[in-house]
């Protein structure tokens, strides 16, 4: 058996606003492995200042994988514990090798063109005029749900965009859901209070990470329930994962499997909120259509319900040509459509 890696570079067809700043490109890697009968092809989907394994010695690390990739799939995912895209390319591309079809890894209803996943459409921090084009879009592409991303322009502007949503639509018509990135310093809990007025459905990270305390008095006293995502980068153990969810008790946490372990970490996160009676959802962090088809085919193999954050895949304009397609609201994987060969992708 043999790998290689490779970098690629997606090109974002609009700058892309977040409160750490705006995002122009995005880096990934795919991981190759070939065991003399078929190949397989894996997504290491880093994000520059976000993954934990954004670290110098990361390129290092995937040569590495590639050099041991003999000592199979187990050995490798339990050495990369401190590099969670490495695990999930090394995952993704296993599964892949395993197939019949390299892009086909979790045999199901969406994986067949059968069944589609209800997801939500994405409002990108911007100016005024741009988020409210952004809002006006995705209402006419059908979505039921719409997530907006906060704490980047004036508050009362954010405010007054979801205002003008609700007075249009009821949270029976139209799921909203905000997202701050950790941008909400201490008046944290006075901006829930006005965002619940507007019969929003949650908060993803209202505050900095690594604020326990308070994080847990804000999910103990906000009318807004609140959902962890950044929250959970860069912890590693059982125990730790444990401690967290027990420490903090958040209404929500998001699955990112490139950021948390691939499919086996993200796997226990949700095993071990559902013990402590904790929901979650599942979203793509920016991967090409090969990491999206991933995650999107293991969602719906492990039945998580409501809206998913799998909506990135036209957000770059040299994106992997591929069968998903979103339509009213739902990814689902056309069977009109096909793949890039594996061989366009590798050279």
């Known amino acids: 058996m043999v ?3 490779k970098k690629y570079i997606l090109e974002f067809r609009q700058p892309s606003g977040t409160s750490r700043g705006i995002l122009r490109q995005k880096e990934t890697w795919f991981i190759f492995i070939n ?4 190949m397989g092809l894996g997504e290491c989907g880093l994000l520059r200042g976000l993954s934990c394994d954004d670290r110098p010695d990361y390129e290092e690390k995937l040569a590495w994988t590639c050099a041991n990739i003999h000592l199979g799939k187990d050995f490798l995912y339990a050495s990369l514990v401190e590099f969670p895209s490495i695990q999930m390319g090394v995952e993704t591309a296993f599964l892949s090798m395993l197939s019949d079809d390299p892009f086909l890894l979790f045999p199901n209803a969406f994986s067949s063109s059968e069944a589609s996943i209800i997801i939500n459409g994405l409002i990108w921090m911007g100016d ?3 988020m409210l084009a952004q809002v006006k879009d995705k209402l006419e592409q059908g979505f039921s749900c719409i997530k907006m991303k906060v704490g980047a322009i004036d508050f009362e502007q954010e405010l007054s965009i979801l205002k003008g949503i609700r007075n249009q639509y009821t949270k029976e018509q139209l799921v909203l859901r905000v997202d701050a990135n950790g941008a909400f310093k201490a008046d944290a809990i006075e901006k829930l209070h006005r965002l619940a007025a507007l019969d929003i459905h949650s908060i993803e990270q209202p505050i900095p990470v690594g604020n326990w305390r308070e994080m847990n008095r804000l999910c103990k006293e906000s009318p807004l329930p609140i959902a962890l995502d950044e929250e959970l980068i860069g ?3 059982r125990e730790d994962k444990i401690a967290l969810l027990e420490g903090i008790q958040p209404q929500f946490i998001i699955l990112k499997p490139s950021f948390i372990g691939g ?3 993200a796997k226990e996160w949700s095993t071990l909120a559902q013990e402590r009676g904790i929901d979650s959802w599942v ?3 920016l991967e ?4 999206l088809n991933a995650i999107a085919q293991w969602t719906y193999h ?3 319900k409501g809206h998913q954050g799998l909506g990135t895949g036209n957000l770059f304009t040299n994106n992997i040509p591929s069968p998903l397609t979103i339509e009213n609201g739902y990814i689902r994987l056309s069977n009109k459509k096909v793949w890039t060969p594996l061989e366009q992708i590798l050279f």
């Open 235 to 237: 912890v590693f153990s």
């Open 263 to 265: 499919f086996t970490g």
């Open 288 to 291: 090409s259509n090969v990491g």
């Open 128 to 130: 005024l005029d741009f």
């Open 3 to 5: 790998a290689h890696y």
């Open 35 to 38: 065991d003399g009968q078929k």
């Open 302 to 304: 492990n039945n998580f």
């Open 283 to 285: 979203t793509s962090a």
